[in-house]
Nanobody, 118 residues
Framework: QVQLVESGVGLVQAGGSLRLSCAAS????????MGWHRQAPGKQRELVAA???????NYAGSVKGRFFISRDNAKNTVYLQMNSLKPEDTAVYYC????????????WGQGTQVTVSS
């Protein structure tokens, strides 16, 4: 089992930038894809960005060109750099990990609130 802990400053003005971090402990992430998801009030949780173990990335259309996901396998950490933030990016952001060489999201962090003021 993997424990995931998100961190990052939670309040920023529109147009600003923010970087979230997700540190994994309890088990290494060899072979696991990592993803950042978000859930806004009254909306379903959505996948924002994902990265495979070898670094192939995928983004939701709404954040492409503004958000960038990266990982440091040696540190068991994944990052989400968020630029040109908009009020509609306000949500709870969750880090997730897939099973090693598997599909789906098995392990989840507790979530961190990101608020973008206009």
């Amino acid at each position: 089992q993997v424990q995931l802990v998100e961190s990052g400053v939670g309040l920023v003005q529109a147009g600003g930038s923010l970087r979230l971090s997700c540190a994994a402990s309890g088990s290494i992430l060899n072979g696991s894809a990592m993803g950042w998801h978000r859930q806004a009030p009254g909306k379903q949780r959505e996948l924002v960005a994902a990265i495979t173990f070898v670094g192939v990335t995928n983004y939701a259309g709404s954040v492409k060109g503004r958000f960038f996901i990266s990982r440091d396998n040696a540190k068991n950490t994944v990052y989400l750099q968020m630029n040109s933030l908009k009020p509609e990016d306000t949500a709870v952001y969750y880090c997730a990990a897939s099973p090693p060489y598997g599909s789906g999201w098995r392990d989840w962090g507790q979530g961190t609130q990101v608020t973008v003021s206009s």
